[in-house]
């Protein structure tokens, strides 16, 4: 008669072999960790125990979490059609952008004298391209730079600013004097005003035709809002002909007052009321304006300066 073998028996053998080898296995991690931890030496020993003897059960809950996972997950779209890059050549047609006056401010190009003359006269040009206020006052400075042909250069950018400033008024004025309607004079005394202003804003002029260019432009600006009172550029141009004044208190006036017209985009408003504020002292005002306005964050300029505000608490007395 041929012996039956029970299929239990196999799978006990196989687990007394197992068991065995994880002892054997615990042994030997507990010969090479017993110096380092005497004090824990039965623990050593039962972790690497328990470790090995879980392992085939941590291997079955693996393979089946691993299973799960690969028919439920979601690939992205292949990208059959890929272009190969030669990254050689791809640096050398990179366009390499280099700073063509040398690092530092442009104002230092002009207080050197080791700077060469053709260097000068083309950061000059590269200013009067995109003529500001700042450019025109380091332009200014130039002037009185050694060299004849920089200062040739300079002067005749300003003599050609304040040339074209002194054509467009003659324009405006005769446009003004001869029109038709009250309407084409307001509009022409708005563009005066603007005119006016330029000679101001620019310091084209010495100290006393300053002060009669800025009444020349406050004059135009009535006249103008005299026929259309809710024209918000006026508005924020007289605010602005008051600041240079000092008159704060007709300055807020206007700037509150074109705030009110104009409901949307305020945020190139909001810098004057705070120069007024502070001028006067007024801190938490300036604070409210600087931290409440949520477009203030995107002009760059004023980014910085409303998180300095916003970081400091200002004392009520």
């Known amino acids: 008669m041929s012996e039956v073998v029970w299929p239990g028996i196999g799978f006990l053998e196989a687990y007394v072999s197992y068991f065995f080898v994880s002892m054997v296995a615990a042994f030997v991690a507990w010969i090479f960790l017993r ?145 038709q309607t009250q309407r084409e004079r307001a509009e022409a005394a708005s563009h005066l005003a603007d005119l006016y202003w330029d000679l101001v804003y620019f310091a084209l002029s010495d100290e006393v035709l300053e002060k009669f260019m800025a009444e020349e432009s406050k004059k135009f600006i009535l006249y103008s809002l005299k026929y259309d009172f809710a024209n ?16 704060y208190e007709k ?17 190139f408003i909001t810098p004057y009321l705070a120069e007024i504020y502070y001028n006067r002292r007024n801190f938490i005002s300036v604070k409210s304006l600087l931290t409440k306005d949520p477009k203030i964050v995107l002009n760059p300029k004023l980014y910085y300066i409303s998180l300095m505000w916003g970081s400091h608490e200002i004392p009520t007395q």
């Open 35 to 179: 110096h380092r931890y005497p004090k824990e030496a039965l623990r050593v020993y039962l972790f690497f125990l328990l470790f090995n003897q879980a392992m085939p059960i941590v291997g079955v809950v693996f393979t089946v979490w691993t299973v799960w996972f690969l028919l439920h997950v979601k690939y992205h779209n292949e990208i059959h059609v890929a272009e190969v890059i030669n990254i050689e050549e791809f640096s050398l047609s990179f366009p390499q952008v280099h700073r063509i006056f040398g690092e530092g401010a442009m104002l230092m190009l002009f207080k050197e004298n080791s700077i060469s003359s053709r260097m000068k006269i083309r950061a000059l040009a590269s200013l009067a391209n995109e003529l500001s206020r700042k450019h025109l006052e380091i332009i200014k400075l130039a002037l009185a730079d050694r060299d004849d042909e920089v200062r040739l250069f300079c002067f005749s950018v300003v003599d050609k600013l304040e040339k074209r400033i002194n054509e467009q008024i003659a324009a405006e004025l005769k446009r003004f004097e001869g029109g």
């Open 232 to 247: 918000v550029q006026m508005h924020i141009l007289l605010g602005k002909v008051f600041l240079y004044e000092g008159d």
């Open 251 to 267: 300055a807020a006036q206007e700037f509150v007052l074109a705030i009110e017209l104009k409901e949307d985009d305020n945020a």
